[in-house]
């Protein structure tokens, strides 16, 4: 449920609209002022991926000497994060750690999300899971009544790809074959396009449940704990 007490505005002329980056760089600002009472000297942070967590890691830069270091959902964000100088960890060396802070394709009221776009899907699923907090910062074009818009992605070991798609057309999607795209494990990727989801951990139960399926982009038995929506008013905060 939206928290109205919770509501930062932005100073800006509230005559013009804020671009899409222009929200995202808020909402990535939201997410460092929400982490850094969390900080610590022997802390380690879950990281994703994506053009929201980009400007995520490069505002995390300044805090680098403030935590040990990070623990990246792909490759593409473990090499940014090195470029900054942080210094990154291998999940199994960690255990749990206090937060992960991630994107979206969508999120719904109940902090239910569609992930994946970026293809790092199972990477993030298995960091969000050592996680004791999600906090999920997206623009306001992510926020949806019902998930199913934005294509489902669904990572699949290669040689299973066939008959997962056929699994999935029984359920009443549309899947699409991401060509060319193989992810950080190895596998491909399916989009489900006409696939609006009516109970979405329902959804992610069935669709875990198909043989060749590696992971599916709905994240909603563990959703976030706290979603940054970056609105032209301001960076709600949803619970
Ligand atoms: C990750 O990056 C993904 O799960 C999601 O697909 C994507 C969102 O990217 P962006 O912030 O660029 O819209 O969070």
Do not use: C, M, W, Y
């Given at each position: 449920a939206y928290n109205g007490a919770a509501f930062t505005s932005f100073?800006?002329?509230?005559?013009q609209d804020m671009t899409q980056d222009e929200l995202k760089d808020a909402v990535a600002a939201a997410a460092i002022d929400e982490i850094r009472p969390l900080l610590g000297r022997d802390i380690v942070i879950g990281v994703g991926t994506g053009s929201t967590a980009d400007r995520f890691i490069d505002r995390l830069a300044a805090l680098r000497g403030d935590f040990r270091g990070a623990v990246a959902s792909s490759e593409a964000s473990a090499e940014r994060l090195k470029g900054h100088g942080i210094d990154l960890f291998d999940l199994n060396e960690v255990g749990t750690m206090p937060v992960y802070v991630d994107g979206a394709d969508e999120v719904n009221a109940h902090l239910h999300m569609i992930k994946g776009g970026g293809a790092a899907l199972t990477r993030e699923k298995i960091v969000a899971a050592c996680s004791e907090r999600f906090i999920c910062i997206a623009d306001?074009?992510?926020?949806?009544?019902?998930?199913?818009?934005f294509p489902l992605p669904v990572e699949v070991i290669p040689m299973a790809r066939s008959y997962v798609a056929r699994e999935l057309v029984k359920l009443g999607a549309d899947p699409v074959y991401r060509q060319g795209v193989v992810t950080d494990n190895g596998n491909q990727i399916l989009d489900c396009y006409e696939f609006m989801i009516d109970d979405p951990v329902a959804m992610e139960a069935r669709l875990n449940a198909?043989?060749?399926?590696?992971?599916?982009?709905?994240?909603?038995?563990?959703?976030?704990?706290l979603l940054l929506l970056g609105t032209d008013q301001g960076v709600q905060r949803l619970t």
């Open positions: 100073p800006h002329d509230s005559e306001a074009s992510k926020k949806v009544e019902r998930l199913g818009d198909i043989v060749g399926v590696v992971t599916n982009g709905l994240f909603a038995a563990r959703g976030a704990d």
